[in-house]
């Protein structure tokens, strides 16, 4: 595997959630500093007896609605 792309969503408490595309890892942190050290531990922990990834890929989405006028 090339590249491991995990979906990161900021919690309405400041926290941050990431899952990964396609895999079945899931973790969290409070501040985006654990998300990463977080992130970086369970894919060593998932592909702990296989290939790892050549990168991981955070991509931040952010939901945000505007009130019109």
Not at 29 to 38: A, I, K, M, P, V
Request: charged fraction near 30%; avoid cysteine; hydrophobic fraction near 40%.
């Amino acid at each position: 595997m090339k590249e491991l792309i995990f979906e990161i969503t900021q919690e309405p408490d400041g926290g941050y959630t990431a899952e990964a595309l396609g895999e079945s890892i899931f973790t969290q942190g409070d501040t985006w500093e654990d998300l990463r050290s977080n992130v970086r531990e369970a894919v060593e922990a998932f592909y702990f007896d296989s290939p790892k990834p050549a990168s991981i890929r955070l991509h931040l989405v952010r939901d945000e609605m505007l009130a019109v006028g």
